[in-house]
């Protein structure tokens, strides 16, 4: 089974993958391929593969990959070999991505394994702040490109399967925990 959680940079989803890994044992996360530069609080090959924009290319061009997109002016994408192994080992997969990303795997992999949806919502304001507020120090136009993006994604929020006002970190883990767990149930007894 694989969960997505999607929504806006800034919206929490790296915090929020991270926590539910903890909090369940049965959980894992995947990482995505990327050309942007590793930033003080990423581990290779944990949060990202880090690969150049010339390697990108190869794998887009080698078919290596499920999906991919162009965001902040750098490639992100899922390597199919490594989904692939992931979903066979049994466990369940979260992966933080974008709305693009979202729609490409769901359509992908809906006949092979169940992929549950959620989209994690934030007010424009209070995402302003939390980007500026940000440990990794993102310049005024990291800031920028993140804001721009917030209307495209926002509009996609009826492909979703779930849509979570993340204003309280304690209570959207409890939320995406119990989600998580009723949806397992309901894949399992299938
Ligand atoms: P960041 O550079 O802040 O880590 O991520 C920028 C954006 O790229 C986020 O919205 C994140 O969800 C998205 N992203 C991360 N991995 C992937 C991926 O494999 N595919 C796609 N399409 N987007 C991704």
Redesign the pocket.
Known sequence: MLVIL?G??GAG?DTIAKAIIQRMENVISIP?F?S?APRADDVPGVSYNFVTKEQFEQMIAAGELY???V??ENY???SRKLLNERIQSGKIIIK???V??TEALVDLLKEDTKVVTIFLRVPKEELEERLKNRIDHLSPKEIQLRLNRFDYEESKIGIYDYVIKNDNLEKTLSIIQTIIEKEYELYKTK
């Open positions: 999607a806006v940079a989803k995505s990327t942007r999906e991919y997109d965001h902040h992100y994408g899922t933080d991505i974008d693009n990303g």
